[in-house]
């Protein structure tokens, strides 16, 4: 009858700064009286309310003293371990996300530049992280990365699981064509080698 406790969003603000994969099990609901759909749905938005951390896990209902619906946890637990090891084809990525910046361009710096994407890779699993290759990272505001967050969940899914978005900026050669990486790795005097035996 306590919902959720403190205890519980510490546990859950360490689930999802590990990348951990999760279903939220409320238990003992054969304890709530005269529950029906109103109350189940008020319940749910207490819960997401207070768990808003962890408003992509799915929420089961079950009695484990009368066995009702524990089944479904096990269904959950498999269907969110399939969504973490989940690889999204390139192709259909970067059409989610040319979709997203369609609806909603990112918004333009005072000095008029806006952030581009050029593509979008997927580079791991558990979570499934991935890459977004900009002309600029920092021209994209953390409102516009949680907006890009939303709606390739909703257009690919991802429930139950965290999922990483990581903005690359592209290297902008130097007036010589080389790359910042590439001068501070070869600054113009050869460098000796030592190789232990």
């Known amino acids: 009858m ?32 005269n529950k029906n759909h109103e109350s189940t749905t008020h319940y749910e938005q207490d819960v997401r309310e207070k768990l808003r951390i962890l408003d992509w896990a799915p929420v089961v209902y079950c009695s484990a003293t009368n066995g009702t619906s524990v089944e479904k946890i096990i269904s959950a637990a498999a269907l969110v371990e399939k969504e973490r090891s989940r690889r999204l084809g390139t192709s259909i990525l970067n059409q989610v996300v040319r979709e997203a910046i369609a609806f909603k ?29 900009v002309n600029d990272a920092k021209l994209f505001p953390d409102t516009y990365r949680r907006y890009m967050e ?16 990581l903005w690359r900026s592209r290297r902008r050669p130097d007036k010589r064509g080389k790359s910042a990486d590439s001068r501070m790795q070869n600054p113009g005097t050869p460098s000796r080698m030592v190789v232990a035996t």
């Open 2 to 33: 306590a919902c959720v406790t403190e205890q519980d969003y510490k546990i859950a603000e360490r689930i999802e700064k590990e990348g951990k994969a999760c279903v939220i099990v409320v238990n003992k609901w054969d304890t709530i009286p």
């Open 105 to 133: 361009p990112p918004p333009r710096t005072r000095g008029g530049k806006r952030g581009r994407v050029y593509y979008t890779t997927q580079a791991a699993i558990g979570p499934p992280t991935f890459v977004l290759f």
């Open 150 to 165: 939303k709606k390739l969940r909703s257009d690919a899914g991802f429930p139950g699981t965290p999922i990483r978005l």
